[in-house]
């Protein structure tokens, strides 16, 4: 299971080991729980004190001794609905101060898996006509999975937003055919020696250079300039490329 994902949702290592573990014992007190996580005694009531905050996990009494309760994964829908409620609450406050700063930078660098899922989020959120990428290859679905792949696009349709894209031939059977099945999408293609370990986006003012290497990082940069330029090349592969 990709544990990653419950990072994402703001939960630490110590809380997915013992909200797993506890899942699979059923009710229990701390002890099978202890023993079953790994995890030490400290650390373990420590992320159950959490989870039930979360509302994640339950107890009840049994004379002194508490009986704890993962609740169902649905309840992880409610969990994030109620963050998303929290943040709405400084999102305002947050637009103001943006708006506020005297100027906005051009170009940003985004570390690690996390920083690159952002710049993607960023590019199918951004004001264009078109969703335009070149490059990528194994190393891109090695990193990130098909299934992450499938849902960034399927919320950038979503966003009524088509894209065209040049990948190279070795794109095909990770992934190519399934997201050209997809609305709004157009994908052509170049020779095997075309991939590569970065890919290259361009969305309106914005073009993102994410690199998928051991250590992967992005560019991202806001210039209509440098914008254009890129959709230059692009145009140029896209006309060589083949279906």
């Known amino acids: 299971m990709n544990e990653t994902i419950l990072e994402d949702l703001g939960l630490t290592s110590g809380e997915i080991k013992v909200y797993l573990s506890l899942l699979e014992i059923g009710s229990s007190s701390a002890g099978p729980i202890i023993e079953k996580s790994k995890l030490q005694h400290s650390v373990v009531h420590r992320a159950l004190n959490s989870l039930i905050n979360k509302g994640l996990v339950s107890y009840i009494l049994e004379g ?18 109620e963050k998303k409620e929290k943040f709405s609450e400084i999102l305002p406050e947050l637009k103001k101060k943006q708006i506020s700063s005297r100027h906005e930078e051009n170009a940003t660098i985004y570390r690690g898996i996390r920083g690159i899922k952002e710049v993607y989020n960023i590019m199918i959120n951004g004001k264009g006509k078109e969703y335009l990428t070149f490059g990528g290859g194994p190393p891109t679905e090695k990193l990130l999975g098909l299934t992450w792949w499938l849902n960034l696009h399927n919320k950038r349709i979503a966003n009524k937003l088509p894209s065209r894209q040049v990948f190279d031939d070795s794109v095909k059977n990770i992934g190519g055919k399934d997201i050209q099945k997809k609305k709004l999408t157009h994908i052509k293609y170049l020779a095997k020696e075309f991939a590569q370990f970065q890919e290259t986006v361009i969305v309106g003012d914005y073009v993102a250079i994410a690199v998928f290497t051991e250590n992967p990082y992005a560019f991202l940069i806001k210039d209509k300039y440098v914008a254009e330029g890129y959709r230059k090349h692009f145009e140029v592969l896209w006309k060589q490329a083949k279906k």
Not at 64 to 81: T, V
């Open 64 to 81: 002194k001794r508490k009986i704890y309760q993962a609740s169902n994964p649905e309840n992880f829908y409610n969990f994030i609905e």
